[in-house]
């Protein structure tokens, strides 16, 4: 099957700087990215979609300029957090589209982010 | 717009016993519909998809039948292991204007004991 791999799985920072996470789609090419944020034991909320080599799209209520995401390559989306702060803290998870046959969403295996 | 609604959990069960959990949805057009699943601390995972109306994906004893009529999608599983417990979401993709919209529903917490 079709693997989204994620990185780094933790990452602890400090308040005020930034931090990066980075979604590859290992085995197929990806023009689609979808970032989710998870809160403990909720349900996932869409953040953005990344379209590769054009800007991306955010849902309503996410900072733009907070949330900074980059689709580069059709393997490859980063999410960087700027300016975290503890607020931020959360399960960020990322998944990539794939159309062979019906279009499928694969997920990555997220990233736990603490903000100190 | 498309939406996704699941029962609410958490749902627990002794293990070996049968397992529902109801999914319906509303949707314009033909959505392909998902069963995913997150275990404790990770990302999700596919378990199983259907594709048009009567379909049945099936995946490790799990199963659920695209209902066009009843717009539903039950996943169903006979005989549950405690190793099932984990949050399961149902979701849809949709077509519209050359994209694809994923939809989900709130995940629905699954606790199986010995």
New interface residues.
């Given amino acids: 099957?079709a693997v989204v791999s994620?990185h780094p799985s933790r990452v602890i920072c400090k308040s005020g700087t930034s931090v990066k996470i980075e979604c590859r789609s290992l085995d197929f090419q990806a023009t689609?990215m979808?970032w989710y944020r998870q809160f403990p034991?909720?349900?996932?909320m869409?953040m953005a979609t990344s379209n590769e080599g054009s800007k991306a799209t955010y849902e309503q209520g996410v900072e733009k300029d907070k949330f900074l995401i980059n689709h580069a390559s059709l393997t490859l989306s980063t999410l960087t957090v700027t300016s975290a702060h503890p607020e931020d803290s959360s399960f960020y998870?990322c998944?990539a589209?794939l159309?062979t046959?019906?279009?499928?969403?694969?997920?990555?295996?997220?990233s736990?982010l603490t903000v100190v | 717009g498309d939406s996704v609604t699941q029962m609410e959990g958490p749902v627990t069960l002794s293990e070996e016993a049968f397992l529902t959990i109801n999914c319906t949805y509303t949707a314009t057009g033909y959505p392909s519909l998902f069963w995913y699943v997150q275990y404790p601390g990770e990302g999700l995972q596919l378990l199983l998809k259907a594709t048009k109306a009567d379909d049945k994906g099936s995946n490790k004893g799990f199963e659920a039948t695209y209902r066009k009529e009843t717009t539903s999608f039950h996943l169903e599983k006979g005989s549950v292991q405690v190793s099932d417990s984990a949050v399961y979401f149902c979701a849809l993709i949709s077509a519209s204007g050359g994209s694809y919209i994923p939809t989900f529903g709130r995940g629905t917490s699954l606790i199986v004991h010995p």
Avoid: D, N, R, V
């Fill in positions: 099957g994620q689609t979808f034991k909720q349900s996932l869409l998870i998944s589209g159309g046959g019906a279009y499928t969403i694969y997920f990555g295996e997220g736990w």
